[in-house]
């Protein structure tokens, strides 16, 4: 049984279209996912740069609100001394005694840390014990000091 040549040509033929049908389908499907790879990656680079931005403003905002609330509790703290002046003059020092606890508790809150002029006043004024006495000079005198110390740190804001 001789097999004619001629009838294994269209066979061979066939599988050699089948074949590089196959291959040509594979390239295009590998550089369709090449390309949607791509673009995805480019897309999520996009959004986590994107994501990295909004995360550095919160921070920033929220920096720039811990130190407004900073600044708020400090300025508390100071009308607290003044309420405090105004108790002593009115001989009430009970109630002075409670707005000047409330000074140092406020620039406790506020952040003043352990060194500078704030932290030394908030360490005095934590301490102090006023005493009802019949001549508020000397205390008077040093609630005055400390509220000019603390003008003196946080001088007032220009008009």
């Given at each position: 049984?001789?097999?004619?040549?001629?009838?294994?040509?269209?066979?061979?033929?066939?599988?050699?279209?089948?074949?590089?049908?196959?291959?040509?389908?594979?390239?295009?499907?590998?550089a369709a996912y090449g390309v949607g790879r791509l673009q995805a990656s480019k897309s999520i680079d996009a959004a986590e740069e994107r994501t990295a931005e909004a995360v550095s403003s919160r921070e920033a905002e929220t920096r720039r609100r811990e130190l407004e609330r900073s600044?708020?509790?400090?300025?508390?703290?100071?009308?607290?001394?003044?309420?405090?002046?105004?108790?002593?003059?009115?001989?009430?020092?009970?109630?002075?005694?409670?707005?000047?606890?409330?000074?140092?508790?406020?620039?406790?809150?506020?952040?003043?840390?352990?060194?500078?002029?704030?932290?030394?006043?908030?360490?005095?004024?934590?301490?102090?014990?006023?005493?009802?006495?019949?001549?508020?000079?000397?205390?008077?005198?040093?609630?005055?000091?400390?509220?000019?110390?603390?003008?003196?740190?946080?001088?007032?804001?220009?008009?």
């Open positions: 049984m001789n097999a004619d040549p001629r009838s294994a040509e269209p066979s061979s033929s066939r599988l050699k279209q089948v074949t590089i049908a196959t291959a040509g389908a594979a390239v295009a499907l590998g600044a708020l509790l400090e300025l508390e703290a100071r009308r607290r001394l003044s309420l405090c002046l105004i108790a002593l003059d009115e001989r009430n020092f009970g109630e002075a005694q409670a707005h000047l606890d409330a000074a140092a508790a406020l620039l406790d809150k506020a952040g003043a840390g352990d060194q500078g002029p704030l932290a030394e006043l908030k360490r005095k004024a934590g301490e102090f014990k006023l005493i009802a006495t019949d001549n508020l000079g000397p205390q008077r005198q040093r609630v005055l000091n400390w509220m000019r110390n603390f003008d003196e740190a946080r001088p007032p804001a220009k008009p």
